[in-house]
């Protein structure tokens, strides 16, 4: 099944209520039926009421929100603006079905536009969004994307220019994304020039997969501070002073202790 | 609108279950990593010939002209033209990712490192010419060759064509196609039109990524609770117990995280048969029969036929993978090769974050090579495996890995742990977080 079959399958799930209190359709008359839905403003959803027969009466708390009417045993509503409504609907003065409906607004991402430079990120804000949402890229080749919470992240691959599309159930928004060169060869986000020695460098490198080539980034920058500052956060962490039972403190005991000296020696002047 | 109004809003598609990857990386953190210049200034000078772009062939190509600089010419030879990441593709497998959010490109590799790119297929290595032929009739000669081609895929018994896990039984064991195949037949799991119980069989270790096969049991096991979907998932093991982070994933198994997983050791598999979606196994009851509602075997691996063509193995003496010295990874066989990554034997596991390591350790002694001087006497390397346990949290192993003058072979030293890798003790949100720092980090200090 596809990621559109998926999306096809809640669409279904949303606009077959009617389908479900069908099957009480013929209910006792003590029977009162309670279902909630979510609705798109101009959507509109309809559900059998089990009544004894009698003529049947409906409120409306929000007639702004929703508007409903009853025919026969069917009740239908159309979503009119963002808002909750609830909808309960008698024959004589027993209560047959309670309906609360919220109408929401249509899914929004800003902003439309993003630029970021390559192996950098940049995002935009989901707004509404409406059963699961999908974030693709039109070209991987220029920016990758993926879902953080309510935000979509790009990622910039290779310079060029691409579209983000977001969907969620109903509603699809575009991003126009541009993605800039890296900067003039020392690169983007904290990188520089290095000093180039290499006594303790191989070693160091084994620090690189999590906090970044030459220690610039990833869980934190480690590259540039002084050796012995380097050595008293080293220190606090096999102590448990810091993150106790964490990866790190796991992570030190396998040096010893004149690596770990030669690590923050190379990391100093990398 | 706030998070938790998001969420209740995803909730209501329910088959569409798809919780969206937290922040990528830490607060204080500057995301991945810097790009830096390559160097004109270290007067080395010398040329090399690396075979595959995994994540072991892409950080020794980088590493070369990060630390060799502009006199050292480095090519990368590689049959695709983007790289999938097999790590955090399990999370295809529920939904929570899609293949292209796993695509790395050469681009940078390329454009910023200058390292040159030839975009084939190499199927001869000619030791004695010192040349690479291509499937299009091309050649590369090298002055010094790095081979770092990934496994090949045993088949499994019962199986007549290796296209069989292309089309029905997926092992999705190297990220791509026959994840989505896997991804999709799950989801027919989900829908009903497939019914029975999800299969995956583990084969003997070494294999690639240790917690690999029992993090896809959770996780897959997890998304079956999440959406209830009828059935439930064995995991056949021809190990004889849990290989790795036992405690973790025993406590999974049973039910630990909320799902649980039919875990059955000691079962070595017989026969598949991937059409009507049979497996046969024994184990020390006698022999069983399943069939399956999606059958996942993950096949024995082996370095590919061209490394023992080539005489960097010997499969007639048993040999699986290519022996090599772990001072610099040039094999033990033929001088002037190396050979990183997943298809070297070592003591290391087969898995990326090493991998990695091992490519700068080899690029490390390379450029000693070219200058006439020896290999560092005392390499390290390092494993940090995060491992997904649900759609919201993981656990991690860390092992360091030292050097041993004495057996020649990388071992974790008695300091660390007693000699044994060191896992979180247990799953956690907090371990989902660092998760997805450590990868986009450790997949930026290789592509990036």
């Known amino acids: ?270 | 609108m706030k998070r938790r109004d998001f969420l209740e809003s995803l909730a209501i598609g329910g088959l569409g279950l798809l919780v969206a990857p937290r922040a990528l990386w830490a607060e204080d953190g500057e995301g991945g990593s810097a790009l830096f210049a390559v160097p004109t200034n270290t007067g080395i000078t010398g040329s090399v010939v690396v075979l595959g772009g995994g994540m072991a062939g892409t950080t020794l190509a980088k590493y070369l002209r990060l630390w060799g600089g502009t006199g050292v010419s480095v090519t990368l030879v590689e049959k695709e033209a983007t790289y999938t990441s097999n790590i955090m593709s399990n999370k295809v497998l529920t939904g929570q990712l899609t293949l292209p959010d796993l695509v790395y490109r050469y681009d940078v590799l390329a454009n910023h490192y200058g390292v040159s790119l030839v975009r084939g297929e190499v199927v001869g290595i000619d030791t004695g010419a010192r040349r690479l032929s291509l499937a299009d009739g091309s050649s590369i000669a090298w002055d010094r060759l790095v081979v770092a081609p990934g496994l090949e895929f045993d088949l499994m018994p019962g199986m007549s064509s290796a296209s069989q896990y292309d089309t029905l039984v997926p092992h999705a064991w190297k990220a791509g196609p026959q994840t989505q195949l896997l991804r999709n037949q799950l989801l027919a799991l989900a829908g009903g039109t497939r019914t029975g119980d999800v299969v995956m069989t583990i084969p003997k270790a070494p294999y690639r990524c240790p917690p690999g096969p029992y993090e896809r049991a959770c996780v897959v096991a997890d998304w079956l609770r999440r959406n209830s979907v009828p059935g439930k998932l064995i995991v056949l093991d021809a190990n004889p117990d849990i290989i790795v982070e036992k405690a973790n994933f025993a406590a999974a198994f049973a039910g630990g995280s909320g799902f649980t997983v039919d875990y059955r050791p000691g079962s070595t598999v017989t026969r598949i048969d991937p059409d009507t979606r049979t497996v046969e196994y024994t184990d020390a009851t006698g022999a069983h029969s399943i069939v399956a509602g999606v059958l996942n075997p993950i096949p024995p691996q082996r370095a590919p036929k061209l490394l023992a063509d080539a005489g960097l193995y010997d499969p007639a003496a048993g040999e699986r993978s290519a022996p090599v010295s772990v001072l610099s990874y040039e094999s033990t066989r033929v001088p002037g090769v190396h050979v990183v990554g997943d298809a070297s034997s070592t003591t290391q596991p087969k898995a990326g974050h090493i991998g990695n390591q091992q490519g700068k350790t080899c690029a490390d002694a390379i450029l000693r090579a070219l200058q006439g001087k020896a290999p560092d006497p005392a390499p390290v390397t390092n494993s940090a495996c995060f491992t997904p346990i649900t759609a919201t949290t993981a656990t991690w192993l860390s092992a360091v890995y030292q050097y041993s003058p004495e057996t020649g072979k990388m071992a974790v030293p008695s300091f660390h742990n007693g000699g044994t890798p060191i896992a979180a003790t247990g799953p956690s949100a907090g371990n989902y977080e660092d998760m997805l720092v450590w990868f986009e980090t450790l997949m930026s200090d290789t592509f990036g």
């Open chain 1, 1 to 270: 099944m596809t990621k559109l079959d998926r999306l096809a399958t809640f669409a279904t799930l949303l606009f077959s209520l009617a389908a479900i209190p069908a099957t009480v359709g013929h209910a006792t008359a003590s029977t009162t039926l309670s279902r909630s839905i979510v609705l798109l403003s101009g959507d509109g959803a309809s559900m059998t009421i089990p009544s004894a027969g009698g003529p049947l009466g409906l409120t409306n708390s929000n007639p702004a929100a929703v508007s409903a009417a009853v025919s026969g045993t069917t009740l239908s509503v159309t979503a009119l603006a963002p808002g909750k409504a609830a909808i309960v609907v008698k024959e004589g003065r027993k209560t047959r079905a309670k309906l609360k409906v919220t109408v929401k607004a249509p899914m929004t991402v800003a902003p439309t536009t993003l630029a970021v430079p390559v192996a950098e990120s940049a995002q935009a804000r989901i707004s509404n969004a409406f059963g699961p949402v999908v974030a693709t890229s039109a070209d991987t080749a220029v920016a990758t994307v993926y879902l953080d919470g309510e935000s979509v992240v790009v990622r910039g691959r290779a310079a060029g220019a691409t579209t983000v599309t977001v969907r969620d159930s109903r509603t699809t928004a575009a991003v126009a994304v541009t993605v800039s060169a890296p900067g003039g060869g020392s690169g983007g986000g904290g990188g520089g020039t290095v000093s180039g020695t290499t006594e303790g460098r191989l070693l160091a490198s084994n620090c690189f997969q999590c906090h970044g080539t030459y220690g610039s980034g990833g869980f934190d920058r480690i590259s540039g501070k002084s050796e012995t500052e380097l050595i008293e956060e080293l220190n606090e962490f096999l102590a448990g002073g810091e993150d106790p039972g964490g990866i790190m403190a796991a992570h030190l005991q396998g040096y010893t202790a004149a690596q770990l000296q030669a690590i923050a020696r190379y990391l100093s002047h990398p």
